[in-house]
Protein backbone atom coordinates (compact mmCIF):
# COMPACT_ATOMS: atom_id res chain seq x y z
CA UNK A 1 0.00 0.00 0.00
CA UNK A 2 1.34 3.30 -0.86
CA UNK A 3 1.60 6.11 1.60
CA UNK A 4 2.65 9.61 1.73
CA UNK A 5 3.70 11.26 5.03
CA UNK A 6 4.14 14.88 5.02
CA UNK A 7 6.02 16.69 8.34
CA UNK A 8 8.07 20.34 8.70
CA UNK A 9 4.95 22.16 8.48
CA UNK A 10 4.37 25.33 11.07
CA UNK A 11 4.35 28.59 12.30
CA UNK A 12 6.97 31.36 11.20
CA UNK A 13 7.23 35.17 10.56
CA UNK A 14 7.46 36.44 7.21
CA UNK A 15 10.27 36.67 5.82
CA UNK A 16 11.59 33.00 7.38
CA UNK A 17 12.22 29.06 5.87
CA UNK A 18 10.65 26.25 6.30
CA UNK A 19 11.53 22.80 4.69
CA UNK A 20 8.53 20.25 4.17
CA UNK A 21 9.05 16.65 3.84
CA UNK A 22 7.38 13.56 2.57
CA UNK A 23 8.48 10.32 3.00
CA UNK A 24 7.05 7.93 0.34
CA UNK A 25 6.43 4.23 1.25
CA UNK A 26 5.04 0.95 -0.79
CA UNK A 27 6.55 2.40 -4.28
CA UNK A 28 9.62 3.07 -5.85
CA UNK A 29 9.93 7.30 -6.02
CA UNK A 30 11.77 6.32 -9.35
CA UNK A 31 8.47 5.65 -11.23
CA UNK A 32 6.96 8.83 -9.79
CA UNK A 33 5.74 12.45 -10.54
CA UNK A 34 5.48 14.35 -7.82
CA UNK A 35 4.71 16.93 -6.31
CA UNK A 36 3.77 19.35 -3.58
CA UNK A 37 0.13 21.43 -3.75
CA UNK A 38 -1.54 23.72 -1.40
CA UNK A 39 -5.23 24.71 -0.30
CA UNK A 40 -6.13 28.07 1.84
CA UNK A 41 -8.94 28.64 3.44
CA UNK A 42 -11.65 29.64 0.54
CA UNK A 43 -9.64 28.85 -2.33
CA UNK A 44 -8.84 26.16 -4.61
CA UNK A 45 -5.90 23.61 -4.51
CA UNK A 46 -2.73 24.94 -6.64
CA UNK A 47 0.62 24.02 -8.10
CA UNK A 48 3.43 24.43 -5.82
CA UNK A 49 6.51 22.67 -7.60
CA UNK A 50 6.39 19.48 -9.28
CA UNK A 51 8.92 17.26 -10.32
CA UNK A 52 8.79 14.60 -13.16
CA UNK A 53 10.23 11.64 -13.90
CA UNK A 54 12.50 12.81 -16.36
CA UNK A 55 14.03 15.71 -13.60
CA UNK A 56 11.41 18.70 -15.15
CA UNK A 57 10.75 20.83 -12.46
CA UNK A 58 7.78 23.45 -12.74
CA UNK A 59 7.07 26.16 -10.24
CA UNK A 60 3.76 28.07 -9.90
CA UNK A 61 4.49 31.97 -10.29
CA UNK A 62 4.32 32.75 -7.38
CA UNK A 63 6.83 30.44 -6.51
CA UNK A 64 9.36 30.91 -8.67
CA UNK A 65 13.10 31.76 -6.87
CA UNK A 66 11.84 31.59 -3.28
CA UNK A 67 10.57 27.68 -2.99
CA UNK A 68 13.31 24.26 -4.40
CA UNK A 69 12.10 21.19 -4.64
CA UNK A 70 14.15 18.30 -4.51
CA UNK A 71 13.88 14.34 -4.02
CA UNK A 72 16.26 12.10 -2.56
CA UNK A 73 15.97 8.65 -3.99
CA UNK A 74 17.78 6.91 -1.31
CA UNK A 75 15.55 8.05 1.31
CA UNK A 76 12.51 7.86 -0.58
CA UNK A 77 11.66 11.85 0.35
CA UNK A 78 10.30 14.64 -1.58
CA UNK A 79 10.91 17.81 -0.26
CA UNK A 80 10.05 21.63 -0.60
CA UNK A 81 12.90 23.97 0.63
CA UNK A 82 10.29 27.48 1.75
CA UNK A 83 12.43 30.74 1.70
CA UNK A 84 11.13 34.23 1.74
CA UNK A 85 7.67 33.42 3.17
CA UNK A 86 4.89 35.60 2.61
CA UNK A 87 2.31 36.05 4.03
CA UNK A 88 0.00 34.51 1.41
CA UNK A 89 1.59 31.03 1.40
CA UNK A 90 0.03 30.60 4.38
CA UNK A 91 -1.86 27.02 3.81
CA UNK A 92 -2.40 23.19 4.14
CA UNK A 93 0.39 21.79 2.01
CA UNK A 94 0.20 18.63 0.02
CA UNK A 95 2.50 15.91 -0.58
CA UNK A 96 1.20 14.09 -4.15
CA UNK A 97 2.24 11.46 -6.85
CA UNK A 98 1.17 9.44 -9.84
CA UNK A 99 2.98 6.54 -11.23
CA UNK A 100 3.19 8.06 -14.46
CA UNK A 101 5.43 7.56 -18.00
CA UNK A 102 8.70 8.72 -18.15
CA UNK A 103 7.87 12.36 -20.40
CA UNK A 104 4.40 12.39 -18.67
CA UNK A 105 3.11 16.04 -17.49
CA UNK A 106 0.27 15.27 -15.05
CA UNK A 107 -1.99 18.11 -14.14
CA UNK A 108 -3.84 18.58 -10.54
CA UNK A 109 -6.35 16.38 -11.05
CA UNK A 110 -4.19 13.19 -12.44
CA UNK A 111 -2.25 12.91 -8.90
CA UNK A 112 -4.58 10.01 -7.19
CA UNK A 113 -1.99 9.70 -3.87
CA UNK A 114 -2.03 12.37 -2.02
CA UNK A 115 -0.65 12.55 1.65
CA UNK A 116 -2.57 14.24 4.47
CA UNK A 117 -1.18 17.49 4.58
CA UNK A 118 0.63 19.92 6.62
CA UNK A 119 -0.14 23.39 7.97
CA UNK A 120 1.96 26.46 6.99
CA UNK A 121 1.20 29.83 8.41
CA UNK A 122 2.46 32.70 7.89
CA UNK A 123 2.40 35.81 10.15
CA UNK A 124 3.54 39.04 10.06
Known amino acids: QVQLMESGGGSVQAGGSLRLSCVISGVSITSLCMGWFRQAPGKERERVAT???????IYADSVKGRFTISKDNAKITLYLQMTSLKLEDTAMYYC??????????????????WGQGTQVTVSS
Open 96 to 113: AALRCRLWQRPSLTDYNL
Open 51 to 57: SDRDGMT
